[in-house]
């Protein structure tokens, strides 16, 4: 009898083994507001993939694209009160928490290449805009590329002046703003979510986003015309709650960490690709005119938008500003 009860301690303690495995003791509920065929919908289901195949189990990453949770302003409270731990705001989000600063990276035709971003995003500059977040209870952990913006409008679009009167979507920052009154536009701030409707409905003539987050979101249907005017760029904050992140063991810290920055690399490298599929999706859709502009007519912008740089000025600390033009030197 005693080999069958062996036989039954044994089959029970690896049955008990396998559930402990099954059941992850750590949850990291992430919350975003675009789709998953974007660079952040993509690059969030990397770093899920790496960390949870790396913790066999013990930590899963749920994460919740579309604002299937939460809209963009709700989901920087969630991240504050504790109802998710990760988030990747755009970086033009962190006005609204107070941190003007952030707004830098809004500022139109702020850096010539990627190169210089990376070297902002990567170094001092980048640190010391993290050591903002703590104030409010936020750890900073990485910063994710989308890309360079385009305008876009229901009317022929390839001059500053093709602006003038229009109602423009933006998201709600400052910077963005004064960007659409230069060019004699009405910004109206809205959250991405509700992007599509009001150009649909007509609450808005245009707006400016990313080539990848304008066709994942199908805005090329409601949009006649694009113009390539890679004014600004749009980048994120992968956050965390800093009271849960202090709270981790330091292992599962460091494999997150590590998953992160393997996720962070491959989204840097993919974010442009994404972009110009886009692009080209929405060239082949025939249902929007894409007028790729020349060196000389993006000229025109950055002339037709060189006040708001002015007008930001008592906004967004001038040393700041001076530092990223240093490095883009
Ligand atoms: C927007 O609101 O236009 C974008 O920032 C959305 C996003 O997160 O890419």
Known sequence: KQPVLMAAAILTSML???????KPSIVIRFSHVVE???????????????????SRGRVQVQVYPNSSLYK???ELEALQLGAVEMLAPSLAKFGQLGLRDFEVFDLPYIFPNRDTLNTVTRGPIGRKLFEQLEARGIKGLAYWDNGFKVMSSNTPLRFPEDLKGKRMRIQPSRVIEAQME????????????????????????GTENPPSNLFSKNMHLVQKYVAVTNHGYLGYAVIVNKKFWDGLPGDVRKLLDDSLEEATRKNNQEADKLNRAALDAVKKSKKTQVNELTDAERAVWRKALEPVYRKMEGRIDRDLINAIRRVAE
Request: aromatic share 6%; hydrophobic share 45%.
């Open 16 to 22: 008990l083994t396998a559930t402990a495995q099954a």
């Open 36 to 54: 998953e065929d974007t660079p952040k919908g993509q690059a969030a289901l990397e770093f899920k993939r790496l960390v949870e195949s790396r």
């Open 72 to 74: 963009d302003k709700e």
């Open 182 to 205: 230069a060019l004699g536009a009405t910004p109206i701030p809205l959250a991405f979510s509700d992007a599509y409707a009001a150009l649909e409905t007509g609450l808005v003539d």
